[in-house]
């Protein structure tokens, strides 16, 4: 699809075998999202993200649904959070982030859950939550075990959660390339 060319911080998440785009900023913030059939190798748009325009948000699945949340525009963070589900083509609102309201965290899914932390509300944060879309609530854990950052890189492979660079300017610019490993069995992160 083109119009990725020209716009940056969008977000997006896998179910089956359709990936899914959107959200961003390309000179205005964007709600529109596409979801890319690999076989057919065609985009197609799908129906509008449900909340406000942003860029700088999470996404990730868990199961046969696609979860969005936080980003930020000019003037607000944000700290809602949505279900996407692919059978209706329809979002539905889900309850908020436990955490602030922040821009460029990360997010993944490990056995059903979703995670979602790290990220910039004004601060660096370091924060990590759980999501149980079953119960539709989230729960604090640990804290991320490197430094305070905001736009790092996230996935999970099996059942554990991995992040690891990005930056906190607080201090001269400090870019990181340290990684790190969360076992949610035993709540707890390691340097990898």
């Not at 995670?115 to 079953?134: H, N, S």
């Not at 991995?162 to 340290?178: I, L, M, R």
Request: hydrophobic share 30%.
């Amino acid at each position: 699809y083109d119009a990725f060319l020209i716009s940056d911080h969008l977000i997006g998440f896998t179910i089956g075998d359709n990936g899914f785009i959107g959200l961003g900023y390309d000179g205005s913030y964007l709600k529109d999202f596409w979801q890319y059939n690999a076989t057919a190798n065609v985009w197609t748009q799908i129906a509008d993200f449900g909340g406000f325009p942003r860029a700088s948000a999470v996404g990730f699945n868990i199961g046969s649904k696609g979860y969005v949340g936080t980003g930020s525009d000019d003037y607000n963070d944000y700290k809602d959070f949505w279900q996407y589900d692919p059978a209706t083509n329809s979002w539905s609102k889900k309850a908020d982030f436990g955490g602030t309201a922040r821009g460029r965290a990360v997010g993944f899914c490990i056995n059903n859950k979703g995670y979602l932390g790290t990220g910039y509300d004004g601060a660096y944060r370091k924060d990590f939550w759980e999501y149980d879309p079953v119960l539709n609530i989230w729960t604090q854990k640990v804290d991320f075990g490197g430094g305070a950052r905001f736009s790092a890189v996230s996935f999970s492979i099996g059942s554990k959660g991995y992040v690891g660079t990005g930056s906190n300017y607080s201090n001269f610019y400090n870019h990181y390339k340290d990684f790190w490993e969360y076992d949610p069995a035993i709540n707890s992160w390691s340097k990898k």
